[in-house]
Nanobody
Framework: QVQLVESGGGLVEAGKSLRLSCSAS????????VGWYRQAPGKARELVAI???????DYGDSVKGRFTVSRDNAKNMLYLQMNNLKPADTAVYYC?????????WGQGTQVTVSS
């Protein structure tokens, strides 16, 4: 059984920061990849940031230089530090973990950035 639970979303003004957290029921280290995706209304889900066992860390182009993904293996926690938020960052953010070719998702946390 794998459970992922996000927290930390909310309403924030443009230019401000938020830190999202994802608590995993299992060891984060056991996954092939862990990361964050987001989905805005009417839009496809897109990659925000990922830590891959194979490829290291990668970010979506729209968040490079502003967002930082990190993990704490001892606490089974995944984080997304979001700085200089923009209205275009408004979306539901999902924690994701992959292993054995299966994807696991959290319930999502809403991030709304006002202009």
């Amino acid at each position: 059984q794998v459970q992922l639970v996000e927290s930390g979303g909310g309403l924030v003004e443009a230019g401000k920061s938020l830190r999202l957290s994802c608590s995993a029921s299992g060891s984060i280290f056991s996954f092939n990849a862990v990361g964050w995706y987001r989905q805005a209304p009417g839009k496809a889900r897109e990659l925000v940031a990922i830590i891959s066992r194979r490829s290291g860390t990668d970010y979506g182009d729209s968040v490079k230089g502003r967002f930082t993904v990190s993990r704490d293996n001892a606490k089974n926690m995944l984080y997304l530090q979001m700085n200089n938020l923009k209205p275009a960052d408004t979306a539901v953010y999902y924690c994701n973990a992959n292993k054995e070719h299966l994807d696991y998702w959290g319930q999502g946390t809403q991030v709304t950035v006002s202009s």
